[in-house]
Each structure stands twice: as structure tokens, then as C-alpha cells.
């Protein structure tokens, strides 16, 4: 799942007239991961054509959830196929959820800094809190979208903490199909 999700970031890239030049495989912290480098998006001028390079491994995800649900409930339950599709919808669900925490640099991050035409948020944010003079352009920049940046750190906030709240139950089995059983 996660090769499609990185190819949809590749693929959406390349129809918007940007080059991938390198996809792959590699080890964060011994945990594997694929990877697209999509860094060409940076370059296009239209800020939806960068929102849509980031928004498109996200949109895969959803799309392939949603086709899972679709088979987990018109199938018999207890089949394999039925397994399967839930096996699916749990794992993209979270990853979907994970994936578009704005604190973590992964999608939801790059979403942010689009949205705010703020590059390296993270960093130049970390240099704002440190730096007690908080330089004009600094200020200016966070600023204009003050309401916006609190908005989305609470929102963000609330659902990094349900999801460590929720994180033992989510691996007991039964607990997740009494859940979505209704």
C-alpha cells in the first residue's frame, strides 16, 4: 500500500509537467518505508498544482479504504476476502490519519507549509519560539495566518492525542469489531 500511495505522489507530479527523479526503499529509525522524491513540485508556480502532488498519496489512501469497506461489508463475513478488506480498511485508516498530523514531516506538514507559502515551517516556527526578538519577517509571516496556525495545531493536537489514547485498543481485535459493527 504504501509503494501505491508514494506512486500517486509520483504520478500526479508527472502530470503536472515535474520529473521524479528517484523512488525506493530505505530504513527510518529500522523501520522500512518507501519513498518519492517529488521535490520538482516545489518549482511549479500554482500553489494548487503543489497542494495536489501532496493531497495525492492521501487521496489514494482514501480511495482504496473506501473500496475496502465496500468489499468488507458485501462480503461473508469470516471469509478470507472479508479479512482482507478489513485488514485494509484498518491499516488506512490509520495511516491516512497519521499521515496528515501537521507536527510530523510527512504529508500533513507539506500540506501546512503549502497552505501558508511558509517553506521549511517546521524549522523557521522552532526559530520564531527561540529567537525572543522574533525577527519582522518572521512575525509577519505567522501573523497573517495566526488563527489558521492555532487552529490547526489544536485540531492536530486533539487527534495525536486520541490516537495515543486509542493506540492499546486498536491492537485487540475484538475491541475493533465491536467498534465498527453497528
Not at 508527472?14 to 530505505?26: D, I, N, R, Y
Not at 504529508?107 to 519560539?129: C, K, M, T
Not at 529567537?131 to 497573517?144: E, I, K, T, V
Request: net charge positive; hydrophobic share 50%.
Amino acid at each position: 500500500m504504501e509503494r501505491l500511495h508514494e506512486s500517486a505522489h509520483g504520478l500526479t507530479c508527472k502530470h503536472h509537467g515535474g520529473e521524479v527523479h528517484e523512488m525506493g526503499f530505505l530504513l527510518i529509525l529500522f523501520m522500512p518505508a518507501f519513498f518519492c522524491n517529488v521535490s520538482d513540485a516545489w518549482l511549479f508556480a500554482e500553489k494548487r498544482k503543489r497542494l495536489a502532488v501532496t493531497l495525492a498519496g492521501g487521496f489514494f489512501e482514501i480511495f482504496l479504504w473506501s473500496l475496502a469497506v465496500f468489499t468488507w461489508r458485501a462480503t461473508v463475513q469470516d471469509s478470507l476476502v472479508n479479512y482482507l478488506a478489513w485488514l485494509v480498511v484498518s491499516v488506512s485508516g490509520v495511516r491516512v490519519l497519521f499521515n496528515m498530523v501537521p507536527f510530523i514531516k510527512l504529508d500533513g506538514y507539506y500540506i501546512l507549509s503549502d497552505l501558508f507559502d511558509i517553506p521549511n515551517l517546521r524549522q523557521r516556527a522552532l526559530e520564531g519560539v527561540a529567537d525572543r526578538r522574533n525577527r519582522p519577517g518572521l512575525r509577519d509571516a505567522f501573523h497573517s495566518h495566526r488563527v489558521l496556525v492555532v487552529t490547526a495545531a489544536a485540531v492536530a493536537g486533539l487527534v495525536t492525542a486520541n490516537l495515543a489514547a486509542a493506540r492499546p485498543r486498536l491492537r485487540d481485535p475484538r475491541w475493533l469489531g465491536q467498534s465498527l459493527s453497528c
